[in-house]
Nanobody, 120 residues
């Protein structure tokens, strides 16, 4: 099985920065795709940044130029660097990974999430 654990969330003032980390563990052969999603209270979950089939990264319009998704596949780590944070970025951020496991299957796994609160 594959497990994901996010970290790095917290309370930050508007204009501040945070870097979220997502650690994947378990019977992983390779991380095929990854993404970060968020859900604010009373709203549906939305994607923030995710890898595409052609190897690029796509970002939702509201975070373009401010957020950056990266990964260290050798360490099974996925990151989300967030800068110039705004109050509307407040949400529970969850990591999503499509992992190829040692038994040959590809599994989609979600983490529990890390809370990001942007407030003065």
């Amino acid at each position: 099985q594959v497990q994901l654990v996010e970290s790095g969330g917290g309370l930050v003032q508007p204009g501040g920065s945070l870097k979220l980390s997502c650690a994947a563990s378990g019977s992983i052969r390779n991380i095929v795709a990854m993404g970060w999603y968020r859900q604010a209270p009373g709203k549906t979950r939305e994607y923030v940044a995710r890898s595409t089939n052609d190897g690029n990264i796509e970002y939702r319009d509201s975070v373009k130029g401010r957020f950056s998704l990266s990964a260290d596949k050798t360490k099974y780590m996925v990151y989300l660097q967030m800068t110039n944070l705004k109050a509307e970025d407040t949400a529970l951020y969850s990591c999503n990974v499509h992992a190829q496991t040692l038994d040959g299957w590809t599994r989609t796994v979600w983490g529990q999430g890390t809370q990001v609160t942007v407030s003065s």
